[in-house]
């Protein structure tokens, strides 16, 4: 085989010349015929038993469960939790004192107040989350290895903080062990995925097929190459010819791992172009449901569009949706800060619990919030604090998990995780056992070992189960 018929061919590129040139050179006269039969396009029949012509149909999960789907709202920096989410009156008695761990003990300088009938303390930051604290579910002793941004925030979304070899993200994991409900769409998401610390990483499928991998897209839902440019039966049958190629190169030893990966990614390609554009096309909401999320042009109104695309993506059948806020890496002008990014994410993180819950989906979706570590309790120069990951909380909300709940706890003045204490992996196995997955068994041979999204730790916090 040639050097030009030992590469993967791409059916978004090829020309009519260019298919009649690759069946020339010998990929195949029948593939060549798909292209000039006047066929009409294919129907897409949704399975429900995954097989390796469909590897993404759903699965049942291992054992019965409320969840179908995560949307997960990260946080990326950082988010200081003594000043929005743990209060900590100790904290604010010894403002200015000399802390345990040593340092000048800060107290926040917004109010808290008790809400809801569970009587959680939350910061004025966040008035409208506020009034949704008796559906959340907070972990309040997390825990993890590493201070620094990139590796925790990988850590976080993979499983594996420094590990020489990249892990699949935890949504290519919910991917491997449930499919997704619509076959038309990606079932794992990513808005506005992390723009700082790992990049591509925190939404890959590492060794896992590569039709595990998130799709990437952004606020305004901006998915690159998704525009047809020939008339939808051309290219069903352009497409139908590229793939007869390529599934014949499959069967070449030379054939990188990926290529299955890749065929399967043509085909949902093809399918996105006619479901994607008018999903993600927010203005065709009522102006009540765009005003309460707080839609409105330009950067600050970024948030709400994903959330709002969150809802739209999670009630269609995405399986796993991701949306993120950068900013929060508050070094130095903490206040200024905390005042902008909680003013962005707090109507429409209130908003989206709302409409969830209006709808009938948080009966079935898994809300986390969260940032990858926490804050010290003390101060970094005049208007800052440092990195803390020996204690900070997180939320969920939702299906399988009990509402109006605290598990965990930090110390008095919110530096150390003394009660509940959770590491990642036990996130990680607990989102897990939410969702119906086993994450001991949930594992992938690879490199002659049986890998999994824990590795060998993790414990499923059944405390918080409803």
Request: charged share 20%; hydrophobic share 35%; net charge neutral.
């Amino acid at each position: 085989m040639s050097s030009e018929q030992s590469s993967i061919i791409n059916p978004y590129s090829i020309t009519r010349r260019q298919a009649l040139k690759a069946a020339n050179a010998g990929f195949g006269y029948l593939a060549l015929a798909s292209l000039l039969r006047e066929t009409a396009p294919r129907q897409a029949v949704a399975s429900q038993q995954a097989t390796p012509e469909r590897p993404l149909a759903p699965k049942p999960p291992q054992f019965p469960v409320k969840a179908k789907r995560i949307i997960f709202l990260f946080m990326e920096g950082a988010m200081s939790q003594v000043d929005t989410l743990d209060y900590k009156p100790q904290l604010q008695a010894n403002d200015g004192k000399v802390g345990p761990g040593g340092g000048t003990l800060t107290g926040s300088k917004f109010k808290f107040s008790q809400h809801g009938e569970t009587g959680t303390w939350v910061s004025e930051l966040y008035p409208n989350l506020a009034r949704h604290v008796d559906k959340l579910c907070f972990l309040r002793g997390l825990h993890t290895d590493t201070p620094a941004h990139p590796q925790a925030v990988i850590q976080l979304h993979t499983g594996a903080a420094q590990a020489q070899l990249t892990r699949p993200s935890m949504g290519a994991w919910l991917m491997y062990g449930l499919g997704t409900e619509n076959q038309d769409l990606p079932g794992y998401i990513t808005i506005n995925p992390p723009p700082n610390f790992g990049g591509a990483v925190n939404y890959g499928s590492a060794f896992l097929p590569a039709h595990y991998q998130g799709t990437k897209i952004n606020d305004s839902g901006y998915l690159p190459n998704i525009k047809a440019e020939t008339s939808t039966s051309l290219q069903r049958r352009q497409i139908d010819l590229i793939q007869s190629m390529n599934r014949d190169f499959s069967g070449n030893p030379s054939a990188p791992d990926q290529l299955e990966g890749v065929i399967q990614s043509y085909e949902l390609a093809f399918k996105m172009q006619g479901k994607v554009p008018e999903l993600l096309d927010i203005s065709s909401e009522p102006q009540h449901v765009l005003d309460a999320y707080g839609v409105k042009p330009g950067p600050q109104g970024a948030f709400a569009r994903q959330c709002l695309m969150a809802r739209r993506l999670s009630e269609a059948g995405v399986r796993f949706v991701e949306i993120c806020q950068p900013g929060w890496d508050h070094h130095n002008n903490l206040h200024k800060g905390l005042i902008k990014n909680c003013s962005e994410t707090d109507q429409p993180t209130a908003a989206l619990l709302a409409d969830l819950e209006q709808r009938g989906m948080l009966e079935d979706t898994l809300v986390l919030f969260g940032s990858e570590f926490g804050r010290l309790p003390t101060a970094q120069g005049q208007d800052g604090r440092d990195h803390n990951i020996t204690g900070y909380p997180m939320w969920l909300a939702g299906a399988g998990v009990k509402r109006g709940f605290s598990y965990g706890a930090t110390d008095e003045y919110g530096r150390l995780a003394v009660e509940g204490r959770m590491h990642t992996t036990d996130l990680h196995a607990t989102l897990l056992a939410l969702m119906g997955l086993d994450h001991e068994s949930l594992t992938y041979e690879y490199a002659g070992r049986d890998f999994r999204l824990t590795d060998v730790k993790g414990n499923v916090v059944r405390e918080i189960f409803a």
